[in-house]
Protein backbone atom coordinates (compact mmCIF):
# COMPACT_ATOMS: atom_id res chain seq x y z
CA UNK A 1 0.00 0.00 0.00
CA UNK A 2 1.31 3.26 -0.72
CA UNK A 3 1.31 5.67 2.04
CA UNK A 4 0.07 9.29 1.75
CA UNK A 5 3.56 10.41 2.07
CA UNK A 6 4.96 8.45 -0.57
CA UNK A 7 2.08 9.92 -3.00
CA UNK A 8 3.69 13.49 -2.06
CA UNK A 9 7.04 12.32 -2.83
CA UNK A 10 5.57 10.68 -6.22
CA UNK A 11 3.92 14.26 -7.05
CA UNK A 12 7.37 15.65 -5.96
CA UNK A 13 9.25 13.56 -8.42
CA UNK A 14 6.86 14.02 -11.41
CA UNK A 15 6.87 17.78 -11.24
CA UNK A 16 10.99 17.83 -10.92
CA UNK A 17 10.92 15.65 -13.77
CA UNK A 18 8.78 18.54 -15.82
CA UNK A 19 10.88 21.42 -14.31
CA UNK A 20 14.03 20.15 -15.31
CA UNK A 21 12.46 19.71 -18.84
CA UNK A 22 11.59 23.39 -19.00
CA UNK A 23 14.41 25.14 -16.64
CA UNK A 24 18.08 25.19 -17.87
CA UNK A 25 19.98 22.81 -15.15
CA UNK A 26 22.35 25.75 -14.06
CA UNK A 27 19.61 27.78 -13.36
CA UNK A 28 17.94 25.58 -10.11
CA UNK A 29 19.40 23.53 -7.57
CA UNK A 30 17.16 20.76 -5.19
CA UNK A 31 17.88 21.54 -1.66
CA UNK A 32 16.15 20.75 1.99
CA UNK A 33 14.52 17.53 2.74
CA UNK A 34 13.65 16.33 -1.11
CA UNK A 35 17.38 16.54 -1.80
CA UNK A 36 18.68 14.65 1.01
CA UNK A 37 16.15 11.82 0.16
CA UNK A 38 16.38 11.52 -3.84
CA UNK A 39 19.80 11.85 -3.90
CA UNK A 40 21.43 11.20 -0.35
CA UNK A 41 19.92 7.98 0.87
CA UNK A 42 17.74 9.59 3.93
CA UNK A 43 14.38 7.66 4.91
CA UNK A 44 12.45 10.96 5.65
CA UNK A 45 9.89 11.80 3.54
CA UNK A 46 9.21 15.54 2.98
CA UNK A 47 5.97 17.50 3.04
CA UNK A 48 6.93 20.00 0.89
CA UNK A 49 9.76 20.85 -1.67
CA UNK A 50 12.11 23.32 -2.06
CA UNK A 51 14.29 24.94 -4.68
CA UNK A 52 16.84 28.13 -5.19
CA UNK A 53 16.37 29.56 -7.97
CA UNK A 54 18.67 32.32 -10.37
CA UNK A 55 18.68 34.17 -13.48
CA UNK A 56 15.12 33.24 -14.42
CA UNK A 57 12.79 36.27 -13.96
CA UNK A 58 9.94 35.88 -11.68
CA UNK A 59 7.22 36.05 -14.93
CA UNK A 60 9.10 33.40 -17.02
CA UNK A 61 9.11 31.18 -13.77
CA UNK A 62 5.51 31.22 -12.68
CA UNK A 63 4.19 30.95 -16.08
CA UNK A 64 6.38 27.74 -16.45
CA UNK A 65 5.33 26.20 -13.14
CA UNK A 66 1.33 27.43 -14.12
CA UNK A 67 1.78 25.80 -17.25
CA UNK A 68 3.02 22.23 -15.76
CA UNK A 69 0.57 22.41 -12.87
CA UNK A 70 -2.16 23.30 -15.86
CA UNK A 71 -1.36 20.74 -18.82
CA UNK A 72 -3.61 18.13 -19.58
CA UNK A 73 -0.54 15.89 -20.59
CA UNK A 74 0.79 16.17 -16.62
CA UNK A 75 -2.14 15.69 -15.09
CA UNK A 76 -2.78 12.55 -16.85
CA UNK A 77 0.83 11.63 -15.89
CA UNK A 78 -0.17 12.16 -12.22
CA UNK A 79 -3.79 10.31 -12.97
CA UNK A 80 -1.77 6.75 -13.85
CA UNK A 81 -0.65 7.26 -10.48
CA UNK A 82 -3.93 7.88 -8.70
CA UNK A 83 -3.24 11.07 -8.04
CA UNK A 84 -5.70 14.46 -8.85
CA UNK A 85 -4.74 17.99 -8.48
CA UNK A 86 -7.68 19.29 -6.44
CA UNK A 87 -6.60 22.83 -6.18
CA UNK A 88 -3.57 25.37 -6.79
CA UNK A 89 -3.10 28.41 -4.75
CA UNK A 90 -0.01 30.91 -5.62
CA UNK A 91 0.80 32.64 -1.78
CA UNK A 92 3.15 34.33 -2.63
CA UNK A 93 5.15 35.51 -5.70
CA UNK A 94 7.85 37.87 -4.89
CA UNK A 95 11.01 38.54 -6.37
CA UNK A 96 12.53 36.67 -3.53
CA UNK A 97 10.44 33.55 -3.26
CA UNK A 98 7.84 31.92 -5.12
CA UNK A 99 5.50 29.62 -3.78
CA UNK A 100 2.40 27.38 -4.74
CA UNK A 101 0.47 25.49 -2.36
CA UNK A 102 -1.44 22.10 -3.97
CA UNK A 103 -3.86 19.97 -3.05
CA UNK A 104 -4.02 16.18 -3.94
CA UNK A 105 -6.38 13.77 -4.01
CA UNK A 106 -5.74 10.36 -3.51
CA UNK A 107 -7.28 6.58 -2.71
CA UNK A 108 -5.96 6.59 0.64
CA UNK A 109 -7.06 9.69 2.04
CA UNK A 110 -10.52 10.91 1.88
CA UNK A 111 -9.28 14.25 2.29
CA UNK A 112 -6.58 15.95 0.22
CA UNK A 113 -3.07 16.28 0.93
CA UNK A 114 -1.21 19.09 1.42
CA UNK A 115 2.30 20.17 -0.28
CA UNK A 116 4.13 22.76 -1.26
CA UNK A 117 6.30 23.96 -4.00
CA UNK A 118 8.72 27.17 -3.18
CA UNK A 119 11.46 28.69 -5.54
CA UNK A 120 14.07 30.90 -3.27
CA UNK A 121 16.21 33.86 -4.96
CA UNK A 122 18.01 34.91 -1.16
CA UNK A 123 20.74 33.09 -2.26
CA UNK A 124 22.17 30.34 -4.40
CA UNK A 125 25.09 27.91 -2.94
CA UNK A 126 28.16 26.56 -4.44
CA UNK A 127 28.61 22.85 -4.65
CA UNK A 128 25.53 22.32 -7.45
CA UNK A 129 25.69 18.51 -8.99
CA UNK A 130 23.30 17.60 -12.50
CA UNK A 131 22.56 13.58 -11.64
CA UNK A 132 20.24 10.97 -11.58
CA UNK A 133 17.28 10.68 -9.02
CA UNK A 134 18.36 7.32 -6.11
CA UNK A 135 17.16 4.47 -8.98
CA UNK A 136 16.11 2.25 -6.12
CA UNK A 137 13.33 5.35 -5.26
CA UNK A 138 12.46 5.91 -8.92
CA UNK A 139 12.14 2.62 -9.98
CA UNK A 140 10.07 1.50 -6.42
CA UNK A 141 7.22 3.71 -8.00
CA UNK A 142 8.05 2.48 -11.70
CA UNK A 143 8.90 5.20 -12.96
CA UNK A 144 11.30 6.40 -15.73
CA UNK A 145 14.86 7.50 -14.75
CA UNK A 146 14.78 11.47 -13.51
CA UNK A 147 17.90 13.79 -13.83
CA UNK A 148 18.04 17.24 -11.64
CA UNK A 149 20.49 19.86 -10.40
CA UNK A 150 20.77 19.42 -6.66
CA UNK A 151 22.82 20.61 -3.82
CA UNK A 152 25.86 17.75 -2.88
CA UNK A 153 26.36 16.79 0.75
CA UNK A 154 28.70 18.80 1.56
CA UNK A 155 26.58 22.13 0.52
CA UNK A 156 23.83 20.35 2.29
CA UNK A 157 25.31 20.06 5.42
CA UNK A 158 26.32 23.04 5.86
CA UNK A 159 22.66 24.60 4.27
CA UNK A 160 21.27 22.78 7.36
CA UNK A 161 23.66 23.78 10.21
CA UNK A 162 22.65 27.38 9.29
CA UNK A 163 19.22 26.31 9.86
CA UNK A 164 19.60 25.13 12.66
CA UNK A 165 21.25 28.11 13.63
CA UNK A 166 18.68 30.49 11.93
CA UNK A 167 15.35 29.30 12.22
CA UNK A 168 13.04 31.33 14.02
CA UNK A 169 11.74 27.79 15.32
CA UNK A 170 13.91 25.14 15.47
CA UNK A 171 12.95 21.83 13.57
CA UNK A 172 13.58 18.54 14.66
CA UNK A 173 13.77 17.67 11.11
CA UNK A 174 16.90 19.91 11.00
CA UNK A 175 18.73 17.43 13.21
CA UNK A 176 17.67 14.58 12.28
CA UNK A 177 19.10 15.42 9.14
CA UNK A 178 22.42 16.38 10.48
CA UNK A 179 22.28 13.03 12.00
CA UNK A 180 22.01 11.40 8.87
CA UNK A 181 24.47 13.50 6.65
CA UNK A 182 27.14 13.01 9.58
CA UNK A 183 26.42 9.07 9.08
CA UNK A 184 27.27 9.44 5.53
CA UNK A 185 30.29 10.94 6.34
CA UNK A 186 29.81 14.66 6.13
CA UNK A 187 32.17 17.38 6.94
CA UNK A 188 32.81 20.68 6.30
CA UNK A 189 36.17 23.33 6.59
CA UNK A 190 35.06 25.44 9.13
CA UNK A 191 34.37 29.45 8.68
CA UNK A 192 34.22 32.48 10.89
CA UNK A 193 30.39 33.21 10.24
CA UNK A 194 29.43 29.84 11.45
CA UNK A 195 32.41 29.43 14.36
CA UNK A 196 30.54 32.34 15.88
CA UNK A 197 27.19 31.05 16.12
CA UNK A 198 27.92 27.22 17.06
CA UNK A 199 27.09 28.01 20.44
CA UNK A 200 23.65 28.96 19.40
CA UNK A 201 23.68 25.94 17.34
CA UNK A 202 24.37 23.90 20.09
CA UNK A 203 21.84 25.14 22.74
CA UNK A 204 19.29 25.12 19.69
CA UNK A 205 20.14 21.64 19.37
CA UNK A 206 19.77 20.84 23.45
CA UNK A 207 16.20 22.37 22.88
CA UNK A 208 14.39 20.01 20.60
CA UNK A 209 12.52 17.52 22.69
CA UNK A 210 11.81 13.59 22.05
CA UNK A 211 8.20 14.27 22.07
CA UNK A 212 8.76 17.38 19.46
CA UNK A 213 11.03 15.18 17.10
CA UNK A 214 8.03 12.20 17.22
CA UNK A 215 5.41 14.95 16.52
CA UNK A 216 7.44 16.37 13.60
CA UNK A 217 9.76 13.60 12.18
CA UNK A 218 8.63 10.19 13.30
CA UNK A 219 5.24 10.06 10.68
CA UNK A 220 7.42 10.87 7.64
CA UNK A 221 9.64 7.55 8.14
CA UNK A 222 9.03 4.84 6.88
CA UNK A 223 6.76 2.62 8.93
CA UNK A 224 9.50 -0.29 9.29
CA UNK A 225 11.55 2.72 10.50
CA UNK A 226 9.11 4.42 13.34
CA UNK A 227 8.89 1.48 15.60
CA UNK A 228 12.99 1.91 15.66
CA UNK A 229 13.19 5.81 16.18
CA UNK A 230 10.20 5.93 18.35
CA UNK A 231 13.16 5.20 21.68
CA UNK A 232 14.27 8.16 24.11
CA UNK A 233 17.58 7.24 24.19
CA UNK A 234 18.21 6.59 20.57
CA UNK A 235 16.85 10.11 20.29
CA UNK A 236 19.02 11.32 22.76
CA UNK A 237 22.08 9.93 20.77
CA UNK A 238 21.25 11.47 18.10
CA UNK A 239 20.99 14.98 19.88
CA UNK A 240 24.70 13.87 21.56
CA UNK A 241 25.95 13.04 18.05
CA UNK A 242 25.61 16.12 16.23
CA UNK A 243 26.43 18.06 19.39
CA UNK A 244 30.07 16.72 19.87
CA UNK A 245 30.62 17.20 15.94
CA UNK A 246 29.58 21.04 16.51
CA UNK A 247 31.80 20.99 19.65
CA UNK A 248 34.66 19.56 17.92
CA UNK A 249 34.02 22.51 15.19
Known amino acids: MITDAQYIEIFHLLLLDQLGRR????????KGGCNLRFFLKSIRYSQDMDLDIRIMRKETLCNAVRKILNSHPFRLILQAK????????EPKQTETTQRWKIHLQVP?????????VEFSRRKFDEGVLFEFINSSIVSSYQLAPIYASHYSMETAFIQKIWALILRTQTQARDLFDLFHLL???????ITNDIRTHLTQAQENALSISFETFKSQVLSYLPFDYQEQYNDPALWKNMVSK?????CNL
Open 108 to 116: TNSIPLQTK
Open 242 to 246: VIDYL
Open 82 to 89: QIEIMSVT
Open 183 to 189: NMGASIV
Open 23 to 30: IPKEHYAL
